[in-house]
Structures are given as C-alpha cells and as structure tokens.
C-alpha cells in the first residue's frame, strides 16, 4: 500500500522530505522491528520516546517516517499531532478493518475480566461459532495461541491480532480492556459492539493517581461505543447492577443497556443459588426465559461472572439452553480458582487475586466450602499501589485462620519493606512471615491436614517472579504440586 493511500485516512498532517511515495509492507513504532519498506512510527511511551530512535530506524531501511516534530531525513515524514491517534487510524486501514468485519466484545472492570472472557467464549462456541480471545493470558484461537503483553495490546498488535483472526474465520473476539489500555488509546479505532462492565474497586493507583481518573479511564469504553450496527444488532452496554460505577457507565454511553445482578430489578438476574465446593447453582433469568444452571466455579463472584456473560450473549441473541451448556461445560481458566491436583488430602487453590477486592472474593467462597483451618498464602507487588497493601493484609487476616506474607513480584522494592507495608493494616493480628515465595508455599503445605484449604494468591497463570529487573522462572501451582509430591514420597 503506498504511503499517500495510508495517510489518505488522516484529516490533517504535513509532507516534508522528498515527494516519493513510497510503497509500506510493513507498520511499526519499534526501531528495532524496522525493515526494508516499514513505516516507522514515533511514539512516545512510558519510558522512551520513539523520537530517539528515528535515525536507528532509516538505517534499518525505514521507508517513511511519522513523528510529532519537523524534521529533514532522507525519507519522506509525516508530521501529525499525535502520532498515537495517527498510528491506530493508518493501521486500521493497512489491516482492513478487521474489527467491523466481526462481532468484538469488549470486557472491563477491575476483577474478572479474564473469567467473564472466558465464559462469553465458551458460551459463543457452543452456537456454533469460531471465537478469538485477546487478553490477559494469551491472544488466542482455537489451538493456537500467544503469550500476551499486556492485558490490551496496543493498536498495531491488536489490528494484527484481529487481521489474523478473520483469516482463521473467527466471527466473534472477545478483548479484555484494561484501564491502561483505555487511558493510553490502545483500543483507537477499534469496532466494539459489546461492552462489559464487570465491578470497580481500588487498583492501579500508582499508574492513575486517583480513583477518579480510573474510573474516567473505564468509562472510556462505553463513552466510545458509537450507534453502528453488526449485521443488523446494536451496540449493547452491559452494566452490573449491584455496583455503584454502574451509573457512570449508564451516563457515558449511548449504547443500549442491558443490566445484571442479584436483584429482580435487572434485566438478567440470578435466584436460588446454591454453592458447592466445587460447582455453584442458581437459576438464571432473562427478559424472555429462565433456566436452572451449575457453573464448575465457586462463589458469589462467578455467579456475577456467569450473568455478565449470559447477558453479554444475550445482547447476541443465544438463547439461555446454549448459555447454559455453554457454562456448564466450560474448562477452567487458568490462575483463577484453580485447584492443584497431587492426591492431597486437603485442597490447594491457586487464584490471581491481588486486590483487597478480589482476595476478598474469593475467601468468602472460601468460607462458604467449610475448611478446618484455612491458609493464605500472599504478598504484594513492588512499584504498585502501596496504599492496597495493608488492605490486602487485613482481608487476609481477617477470613483465614493462618496467614502466610511473602513476596509477589518485589520489583525493585525490598520484600521485607513491601511486607512492613502490608503488616500496618494488621496490628493484634497473628501471621507469619516469610519473604522467600516457596518457603512459604512449602510452609502451608507442612502444615495443612485433611479438609483445610491453602489458597495461594496473587500471580495465578503467571510463569515469573520479578525481582529487580529479572524474570525468575515461578509458577505457584507447579511448585505447589512438586512440593506435595516431594513431601509424599
């Protein structure tokens, strides 16, 4: 594609350089990906401006240049006002579109993104339909798969990502949108026709500063949503009820609403739940039918996962009966209410909780399976929000009978000073410290007799710890079930 063409979608930039109008076969804003008839894009990020590396990037044979300054290279450059908004726009034309070319569902909030994505997919696939699943632990479709970056990638990745979908015949992506991704316009010009909101509580306050600016930040998704309509359905918001962001949600949009929750007031709801150790059952309700359902998850917040996705779909017209089997035959998400399987007599759940909200979550589920004893095992992340620590200590202190801090992606920070952080949310509470991550997963399982519960949470799927700026090979259910099976034989 020339590079008059790909400008063409910009209503104002500049020319400067030489007038040749050079063919781009490839788009990208990181210099050491620049080959032979790139255009080059200079972005500023977190911690570098790609202004820098412009040089770098003509001498990796950069075709054209796009930057928010005048400059005199020997390639033609387009100087725009922002380069971030201009990027999204000339690679939604060089990928096609590929978001108005299927149904995209868009699910934010601060808990259960990743659960709720899931849940839509497994529900979508049971009508028969070919699904892709953006977000935090991988980019997904069918069997193949892709470790993700971020939760939301940026715009180039995630038009790349959707361009490869549609090849693959996905009809349906569903994108977990983080709050980052919203703030930083990862998600400029992409297509969303469905909008979740699942809850909002304290996170990411290191990066928004406020709560205000988070939840402004969330909002963007549904603010976004436009009128267009996917083969002949509108654009839905789906909003949780029982949350007071809710009404911010239903001020931004302009989108259709449908709302969820516990209450008959909403337009999906959920009644006569019943939670077992290992599965939930309530009947669910629609606008136009109602079903008895049994999720393979426990706890209230799955009973808030399964309506956001059974309302989700409904927006899509899948009848109840598929969502249905569709939940009840889902497989289990990775990292989140996971069981380790070792042929322990009592059971270990590994969980990504790591806000004061959603540890809490899931130690009232917790509570409601009956353990003798119950041990937690968690910590907090360095270069975060130091203010959720002592929240994050006292949910703990406060639900289990043995609590064990430790260390969970320190960073640059110490252990011990993110644990002293945390212990000032607990004072007259009992807990045990100890900073090194196995020691003290090995610690709960030397302790655990039959029928207690050991919920190790903080990293869920993840592979790493992270300290200072080294990734240490750490997956809490694989050193879980080895230290088990080391302890049995």
């Not at 994505?117 to 479709?141: C, D, F, N, R």
């Not at 603010?223 to 839905?236: A, E, I, T, V």
């Amino acid at each position: 594609m020339r590079l008059s063409e790909l400008v063409s979608c910009l209503p104002f930039y500049d020319m400067k350089g030489p007038t040749s109008d050079p063919d781009i076969q490839a788009i990208s804003h990181h210099h050491k990906n620049v080959k032979k008839g790139t255009l080059f894009i200079a972005m500023r990020g977190e911690h570098r401006d790609g202004k820098d590396f412009i040089q770098q990037a003509v001498l990796n044979g950069a075709a054209a240049v796009i930057c928010d300054q005048e400059m005199t290279l020997s390639i033609p450059v387009v100087q725009v006002r922002n380069p971030r908004h201009a990027l999204a726009q000339i690679v939604n034309l060089f990928y096609g579109y590929p978001s108005f070319k299927m149904n995209v569902i868009g699910v934010t909030g601060t808990n259960g993104k990743t659960t709720v994505s899931h849940m839509i997919q497994a529900i979508i696939e049971m009508a028969g339909e070919h699904t892709g699943v953006i977000g935090t632990l991988y980019m997904k479709q069918g069997t193949e798969s892709k470790i993700a970056v971020n939760t939301t990638p940026d715009s180039l990745l995630l038009q790349q990502t959707l361009c490869g979908f549609l090849e693959k015949k996905v009809t349906t992506s569903i994108i977990e949108v983080s709050s980052h991704g919203l703030a930083q316009g990862r998600l400029f010009g992409c297509d969303i026709d469905i909008a979740v909101f699942t809850n909002l509580t304290q996170d990411h306050l290191d990066y928004h500063g406020s709560m205000d600016h988070y939840r402004w930040s969330k909002s963007l998704l549904f603010s976004q949503l436009g009128h267009q309509h996917y083969n002949g359905l509108p654009k839905f918001a789906i909003v949780n009820d029982d949350d007071p962001f809710s009404e911010m949600v239903r001020q931004a949009t302009s989108a259709h609403i449908i709302s969820y929750g516990l209450h008959d007031r909403s337009d999906v709801y959920a009644s006569n739940i019943k939670y077992g150790r290992h599965s939930t059952e309530f009947t669910a309700h629609t606008p136009v039918e109602s079903k008895t359902i049994t999720i393979p998850v426990v706890g209230i917040f799955n009973v808030y996962n399964a309506l956001a996705s059974i309302a989700a779909t409904f927006a899509r017209r899948i009848p109840l009966a598929l969502a249905a089997k569709g939940l009840e035959q889902m497989q289990s998400v990775p990292g989140r209410f996971e069981i380790v399987e070792a042929e322990q007599p009592y059971t270990i759940i590994v969980d990504y909780a790591h806000t004061p909200d959603s540890l809490e979550n899931v130690l009232q589920a917790i509570v409601k399976m009956k353990a003798a004893r119950t041990f937690v095992v968690v910590g907090c992340g360095g270069d975060r929000d130091r203010s959720k620590r002592p929240l994050m200590a006292k949910v703990a202190c406060g639900y289990a009978t043995d609590v064990i801090f430790t260390s969970d992606n320190p960073r640059s920070e110490s252990p011990l000073e993110i644990i002293r952080d945390m212990e000032e949310g607990v004072a007259g509470h009992t807990y045990t410290v100890i900073p090194d991550r196995k020691e003290a997963i090995a610690y709960a399982i030397s302790q655990a007799a039959e029928d207690d519960i050991i919920l190790i949470a903080g990293k869920g799927h993840e592979k790493v710890q992270i300290v200072g700026e080294t990734l240490i090979p750490f997956d809490d259910k694989q050193v879980a079930y080895e230290l088990v099976k080391g302890a049995s034989s």
